[in-house]
């Protein structure tokens, strides 16, 4: 009976123990659960923040590139409208001065045509923006209309007189061939275009005699070479001329008369502004060398100065160590004697210093 009950109470307790290690577990599990959940929140939580971290990292210089990309393409487009609106008043103020070139052209046209003077006027106003694009200086290597004096006293104006090196000058006159050579440009048939050449190669001839006939070369105050320079403002002028006429040049050159185009004589003037240059250099090395010359004669007496002054120093040093000696130095100098009369009762105020008394006997 005993036995009975003991593995009743004990039979009751196993069964406690397993409820309770149920509930443990349940418990347990549920724990176990929470936690599991709480720690997979947490790391998802941590992940996502990381992954965002993480695309931050990346997209952030992505961000910021597009946005300066986005930034440049809009400066970008800016630019190139403002530009767009500058070139359209640019093309729109181009265009204006086109037509307004053409009409002032088709005026000048006119106006030379008919006048002598005014066709002289554009010539000389032609022949003076080539003398700017040349490099000579106005006043200093060229003068426009000066007026010079022959030997028996008339007076002339060349258009240009160009000074060159070693005082010499050259003489240039613009002249105009205009109207027959506006007509052979418009011709429409060969009749005419053989009329209006003889025409215009005459009118050139004409220049050229009549500038031959100023006798330039003469003139007071001028050393020109054996010729002068006759100067035709429009290219295509004299090259239909010299096409039209092969012996032109030399019918000028025997009159001592040289005929140039705009670039033939821009090339003569830069060759001229070249030779001034090549001038200058060799004054400026003249004036070197004596300066140099100068310099060196005063680096000569400045040496012989310090030769002297060292000799006066020397001379000097001389009488001050000589005077020394007699002061302080040698029997019976100044300084032993004048100590024996303090000391034989001479009354002074002052004390000589000591390193200047030296004992005769020392």
């Not at 952030?60 to 400066?75: G, M, R, T, Y």
């Not at 046209?109 to 010539?123: E, I, P, V």
């Not at 185009?261 to 060759?271: I, Q």
């Amino acid at each position: 009976e005993g036995s009975r009950s003991y593995f009743k109470a004990q039979q009751e307790k196993i069964e406690e123990q397993k409820l309770e290690i149920k509930n443990n577990q349940e418990k347990f599990n549920k724990d176990f659960e929470l936690i599991a959940s709480r720690i997979l929140e947490e790391k998802t939580l941590k992940f996502t923040e990381q992954n965002r971290t993480n695309l931050d990292i990346l997209l952030n210089p992505l961000k910021d590139n597009i946005k300066a990309f986005e930034e440049k393409v809009d400066k970008v487009y800016k630019a190139e409208s403002d530009e767009r609106n500058v070139l359209k008043g640019h093309i729109s103020q181009l265009m204006e001065q086109t037509n307004l070139m053409n009409l002032e052209t088709q005026n000048l046209t006119k106006a030379l045509k008919g006048d002598n003077k005014k066709q002289g006027n554009w010539g000389e106003m032609i022949l003076e923006r080539v003398l700017e694009r040349s490099g000579l200086v106005k006043n200093q290597e060229y003068r426009i209309q000066t007026s010079l004096q022959s030997a028996d006293g008339s007076r002339f104006q060349p258009d240009v007189v160009i000074d060159l090196p070693d005082d010499k000058h050259l003489i240039v006159d613009a002249k105009v061939s205009l109207i027959a050579y506006e007509r052979l440009v418009n011709c429409d048939n060969d009749e005419e275009t053989d009329l209006f050449s003889r025409q215009h190669i005459a009118s050139i001839r004409n220049h050229v005699s009549d500038l031959a006939s100023k006798n330039y070369n003469a003139l007071y105050k001028i050393n020109s070479p054996d010729f002068v320079m006759l100067f035709i403002p429009i290219e295509s002028c004299l090259s239909v001329a010299v096409q039209k006429d092969s012996e032109l040049f030399n019918y000028a050159w025997d009159k001592r008369v040289v005929i140039v185009s705009p670039s033939t004589l821009l090339a003569t003037l830069r060759t001229i502004a070249s030779m001034w240059k090549q001038e200058r250099q060799n004054r400026n090395v003249m004036e070197i060398a004596r300066l140099s010359g100068e310099m060196y004669d005063k680096f000569v007496g400045f040496i012989g100065d310090m030769d002297g002054i060292g000799k006066n120093i020397k001379q000097s040093q001389d009488a001050y160590d000589r005077a020394l000696n007699k002061l302080s130095n040698g029997r019976g100098n100044l300084t032993i004697t004048a100590e024996k009369i303090k000391k034989l009762g001479a009354k002074a105020g002052k004390q000589l210093d000591e390193r200047l008394i030296v004992d005769e006997e020392e």
